[in-house]
């Protein structure tokens, strides 16, 4: 059974500058609460309670964020102001959080052995919190389903545009049956002509332990970063990894357009806000 969850929140956040020069990406808001809390929340309604976030120097509001806070929690009581109240305990509570430290960032592989001592020695499931995934179903419950039914290690996958395909990992595949495909094997930012299909690599991954032996044996790329792609394709040669093509709307929350893109359509559908945004949107001049 896969109890751990790892969520990836060590990086720049280099395209989101200047905003992230001195706040974390991940705590950037998404209409009322932190980036990474979508991921955070996934998890946990997927039953991952055992949640690993790898930092980095710099992002400690991500640790005071999840972490209680008695002072402000005591005045908001005082106030009688329980609906807030409930809202700023809650993160605390979605889970049993912990950190791991990468110290350098050099890639996801990296990334995730320096999270190995805290993973432990057994399959988890990896979040790049970037991607936030809307769908009444958790996409990593959807990919929990597919490795208990199949084995092995599950990577999350969406049709992507032609013209985006140089800009993701690429999977080469045999279909296995409706949105499930056995990978055969995956290529890093492809030319278009050299790509083996249209199906990119998305932040959600269920992987097994034998990703670790697979990142130690993976050469550093160019800009000494440990590919995880590069990994998945060493694993690939001794057990079985399988595709996912996800169910809900993906938004990469990385850059400013898909931020904003995402603050408009989640904002469309939260229970406060939706009804004044669309009217504020009607009323646009377009």
């Known amino acids: 059974m896969i109890?751990?969850?790892v969520i990836l929140?060590?990086?720049?956040?280099?395209?989101?500058?200047?905003?992230?020069?001195?706040?974390?990406?991940?705590?950037?808001?998404?209409?009322?609460?932190?980036?990474?809390?979508?991921?955070?929340e996934e998890a946990s309604r997927a039953g991952l309670n055992r949640i690993v976030i790898v930092t980095a120097r710099g992002k400690g509001s991500i640790e005071d964020y999840f972490d209680k806070a008695p002072e402000l929690e005591e005045l908001l009581e005082k106030r009688g102001d329980e609906a807030i109240l409930a809202k700023v305990r809650y993160p605390s509570e979605l889970g049993n959080i912990s950190y791991a430290r990468q110290k350098e960032q050099l890639g996801i592989g990296h990334a995730i052995i320096s999270a190995r001592d805290a993973i432990g020695e057994e399959a988890f499931a990896l979040f790049f919190p970037d991607d936030v995934i809307d769908h009444p179903a958790p996409a990593i419950k959807q990919m929990l389903d597919v490795q208990h039914k199949h084995g092995g290690s599950v990577i999350?996958?969406?049709?992507?545009?032609?013209?985006?395909?140089?800009s993701y990992g690429i999977v080469k595949v045999e279909p296995v049956e409706k949105r499930v495909y056995k990978v055969t094997?995956?290529?890093?930012?492809?030319?278009?002509?050299?790509a083996p299909s249209d199906l990119g690599i998305v932040g959600r991954y269920i992987l097994s332990p034998g990703i670790y032996d697979a990142i130690e044996k993976t050469p550093p790329g160019?800009?000494?970063?440990?590919?995880?792609?590069?990994?998945l394709q060493i694993l690939l040669d001794k057990e079985p990894i399988y595709a996912y093509e996800f169910e809900g709307d993906r938004y990469d929350t990385g850059n400013f357009f898909g931020l904003l893109r995402a603050n408009i359509a989640l904002g469309l559908k939260h229970p406060e806000l939706g009804s004044r945004l669309k009217e504020y949107l009607r009323g646009l001049e377009l």
């Open 3 to 5: 109890r751990t969850a």
């Open 9 to 40: 929140a060590a990086g720049w956040g280099t395209r989101l500058l200047p905003a992230t020069k001195s706040i974390p990406k991940e705590i950037l808001p998404l209409v009322d609460k932190p980036i990474i809390q979508y991921s955070v």
């Open 156 to 166: 999350a996958v969406e049709r992507v545009p032609r013209e985006m395909i140089p």
């Open 185 to 194: 094997g995956l290529v890093e930012k492809p030319a278009i002509e050299e």
């Open 222 to 231: 160019a800009k000494g970063e440990i590919q995880i792609t590069d990994a």
